[in-house]
Nanobody, 116 residues
Framework: QVQLVESGGGLVQPGGSLRLSCVVS????????MGWYRQAPGKQRELVAI???????NYADSVKGRFTISRDNAKNTAYLQMNSLKPEDTAEYYC??????????WGQGTQVTVSS
């Protein structure tokens, strides 16, 4: 059974940094992409960043230049480095795995709060 476990969230002051991790366990034949999404209270879940199996990345306009998504295939882990954090980045962050075949998987989420 495939599981995604996020970690690295927390409380940080504006301008600070956090690095989120998403560890994948279980058997996946082939991964098409992995991504990070976020959902703030009262808002819809939105895409933050995505990285394809080929290493191509795409970011939401609101995080371009501040966030970086990466993968370490040897560790079955995806990362989201978040710099210059703003209060509007406050949200629950979710890891997503989209395999080449089959259903999409989600992690349980990790809370990021940006506040002074």
């Amino acid at each position: 059974q495939v599981q995604l476990v996020e970690s690295g969230g927390g409380l940080v002051q504006p301008g600070g940094s956090l690095r989120l991790s998403c560890v994948v366990s279980g058997s996946i034949f082939s991964i098409k992409s992995m991504g990070w999404y976020r959902q703030a209270p009262g808002k819809q879940r939105e895409l933050v960043a995505i990285i394809t199996n080929g290493g191509n990345t795409n970011y939401a306009d609101s995080v371009k230049g501040r966030f970086t998504i990466s993968r370490d295939n040897a560790k079955n882990t995806a990362y989201l480095q978040m710099n210059s954090l703003k209060p509007e980045d406050t949200a629950e962050y979710y890891c997503n795995l989209d395999p080449t075949l089959g259903r999409t998987y989600w992690g349980q989420g990790t809370q990021v709060t940006v506040s002074s």
